[in-house]
Each structure stands twice: as structure tokens, then as C-alpha cells.
């Protein structure tokens, strides 16, 4: 098998680690922030192993966040309030730079 590296870039991310407690369940959450991932961030849920690229306005739509990152039915109000506090809406990159 051959592999080709068609671009390698670095940079220092901003990670913040959390530990939420519901009246029902606990939820590890890692938030990541990149100039890559287009003014979303990346959060992680350590329970369930699975991340999601998400913004402040995606939010309201929790079919698509909610049983990805293991958030039980009785949380996402909770959840949804927590995020709209962390996430910081940032201005939309351009994918293509002329």
C-alpha cells in the first residue's frame, strides 16, 4: 500500500475539557477550536468515542449532535443551554483564498 502526503500544516489548538453533571447522567466533553474547521468546533465525547463538528447555530438542531456525542433524551435542553454558552459563533472562513 502506498500513501502520499498531499499536505501536512501544524498549529496550537485551543482544547477545553469538561466534566457535566445533569440531575440524570454525567458527560466528558473535550471542545476544540481550529482555523480548520471553518468557524465550528470539534467536541468530542469521551463516554461514547465520537465527535462532531458543531457551532452555536447548530445547536437547535440536536438530531444531528445529540445521540452522536451520547446525550440522553432528558439532557439536551441542558446540553443545548450549555453549548450556546461555550461555543463562540466566530466570521465564516473562506474555503478558497484566490
Known amino acids: 500500500m502506498k500513501i502520499d502526503i498531499l499536505s501536512e500544516q501544524k498549529e496550537n489548538q485551543l482544547l477545553h475539557y469538561f466534566c457535566l453533571i445533569t440531575n440524570h ?6 471542545i476544540g477550536h481550529s482555523s480548520y ?9 469521551l463516554q461514547s468515542g465520537n465527535m462532531v463538528l458543531l457551532c452555536q447555530e447548530d445547536t ?3 438530531q444531528h449532535w445529540a445521540e452522536r456525542l451520547g446525550i440522553e433524551e432528558e439532557d439536551i435542553a441542558e446540553l ?3 453549548f450556546s454558552l461555550v461555543l463562540q459563533t466566530q466570521p465564516f472562513q ?4 484566490d
Not at 447522567?25 to 473535550?30: A, F, S
Not at 473562506?94 to 483564498?97: F, H, K, L, P, T
Open 80 to 82: 443545548q443551554n450549555f
Open 37 to 45: 474547521f471553518y468557524g465550528k468546533a470539534m467536541v468530542t465525547s
Open 25 to 30: 447522567h454525567r458527560y466528558d466533553l473535550t
Open 94 to 97: 473562506e474555503q478558497y483564498i
Open 60 to 62: 437547535h438542531q440536536e
